[in-house]
């Protein structure tokens, strides 16, 4: 059928199938918004939130950095959230998504435009629900990177809030910031750098390589950049790096790195996060081939279909060469800093960054290789229909993933039921007045230690953080 008598009838089948796409993306993601309301307190949750009870926020942050850890945000946002109970920690992972979306759609916009390439808004939409949901279908540890409150709030929040830096710079590149507010706005982006970067060691260093690539980006594409960009670029940096160096000299370094021994030196702090990362990279090619694929197939079947110059051949390659690079910097800066605590392997949690960078990198390979395929026949045809068939395939893989979704709909069901009857005997007892309560050992969360018969760590911050004089946990 000819597209222009389509369009004239009233039906354009590119159009259609995007919305569906958007429409599916968006339900996958309502679903693992919903599997977050079966999140509950778990491991390093009971800790922080004892300490935030009981000292409240400024004066349990001190106590927090001194003695227990350097993630500072990461506190001061859980003294924020305590005073909702749990359901600050059931409805934390829509939240997040919601503002991965949203955040993701704002910074894709102007980054897009930057570099001067013509996406209508509902591509730029598409772009940013497949890149979120991706990167949280096929996260190293869902669990520990979404619905559970301490690995999102370490891991995964800061990548939205870093899209929204990236987005608040990038406009102030090509127009000036508010008359009568620039020193506010300035001030502003010290202090938004400096929370976000406290979040984790992860964070802070991959939010420095952000800003530093980010500025490169600007003054090699912009030919107009503005002086607020500037001043806004370098009070960012700044924030970063002041939250890498409060970080860095807090206390309570002493008994982590007593655990896990930094590195004997830069050598092998370098050499160990080259071989990790590469092996991030094998793991995952050989893994997720066909998540990867159809992630690939629908970018580049939505770019085909976009309007737009067709990308030369040496200029294409040139482009991938440096996606590829630029990929390779934030994932080589995420892996960082776990690898300097004692060489080790990052765990599952702390590779959400990595996967976000490396589904990002992937994405943009994708999209070069359709604007070097892209020509004025490429809408047209075989082709045409062969994007349609891409984006299609791309619609239905979410719903296959949420049928994939429904073990771990399970076990999280069952595991918030156990938890919510273990705490149901915990109030009924301190409404009786009783300070000491017996309970059976129990399977409420997988992958996290959690409360057992020999007693531990967790069992000792619970007992606290419910008021107990006594947890006594039987098998």
């Avoid at 435009?113 to 497949?130: H, I, Q, T, W």
């Avoid at 279908?137 to 809030?161: E, K, V």
């Avoid at 694929?293 to 060469?321: D, N």
């Amino acid at each position: 059928m000819d597209p222009q008598l389509s369009r004239r009838r009233g039906y354009d089948a590119p159009r259609a199938v995007q919305w569906l796409a958007v429409g599916t993306f968006i339900m996958a993601l309502a679903f693992l918004g919903y599997l977050g309301t079966y999140a509950r307190y778990w491991a390093d949750d009971y800790c922080y939130g004892l300490v935030a009870r009981q000292s409240g926020l400024w004066q349990g942050l001190l106590e927090w950095y001194t003695l227990s850890g350097n993630r500072f945000s990461a506190f001061a946002l859980v003294a924020l959230l305590e005073p909702l109970g749990l359901n600050g920690v059931r409805f934390l992972p829509a939240a997040v998504l919601l503002l991965w979306v949203i955040s993701g759609y704002v910074f894709l916009r102007e980054l897009l435009g930057l570099f001067r390439v013509n996406f209508s808004r509902r591509g730029v939409l598409l772009l940013a629900l497949m890149l979120v949901f991706y990167s949280v279908f096929l996260a190293p540890d869902r669990l520990q990177t979404l619905y559970w409150r301490m690995g999102t709030l370490h891991y995964t929040l800061p990548l939205p809030l870093m899209a929204l830096t990236g987005w608040a710079l990038l406009r102030a590149s090509r127009q000036s910031a508010l008359q009568g507010w620039r020193n506010f706005l300035y001030l502003f982006l010290v202090l938004w750098t400096f929370f976000i970067g406290g979040l984790s060691e992860t964070t802070g260093a991959l939010q420095v390589t952000f800003l530093v690539l980010l500025g490169l980006g600007v003054w090699y594409k912009s030919t107009s950049i503005t002086k607020s960009f500037w001043i806004g670029w370098l009070s960012a940096l700044a924030g970063a790096l002041l939250a890498l160096g409060v970080m860095l000299l807090s206390p309570s370094n002493a008994w982590r790195q007593a655990q896990l021994p930094p590195p004997p030196s830069l050598w092998a702090l370098v050499t160990f996060t080259l071989r990790y990362a590469l092996d991030f990279v094998v793991y995952s090619l050989r893994g997720l081939p066909i998540p990867l694929g159809v992630l690939a197939l629908t970018v580049w079947g939505l770019t085909v279909l976009q309007s737009g110059e067709r990308i030369p051949f040496s200029k294409g390659l040139a482009g991938i060469g440096l996606s590829l690079a630029i990929g390779a910097v934030f994932l080589l800066s995420s892996m960082a800093p776990s690898v300097y605590a004692g060489l080790q392997y990052p765990t599952g949690r702390a590779l959400m960054p990595a996967r976000f960078v490396f589904i990002f990198t992937l994405m943009t390979i994708a999209w070069m290789l359709a604007g070097m395929m892209r020509s004025p026949s490429s809408v047209q045809g075989i082709w045409r229909w062969l994007a349609i068939g891409a984006l299609l395939l791309g619609a239905l893989y979410p719903m296959r993933g949420v049928l994939n979704l429904q073990a771990e709909y399970q076990g999280l069901s069952l595991r918030a039921q156990r938890w919510d009857e273990r705490y149901a005997q915990i109030t009924q007892a301190l409404a009786q007045g009783e300070r000491t309560v017996t309970g059976k050992e129990t399977d409420v969360v997988m992958g996290l230690e959690d409360w057992n018969a020999g007693g531990n760590w967790v069992s000792t911050c619970a007992e606290r953080y419910y008021g107990l004089e006594h947890l006594e946990i039987v098998q």
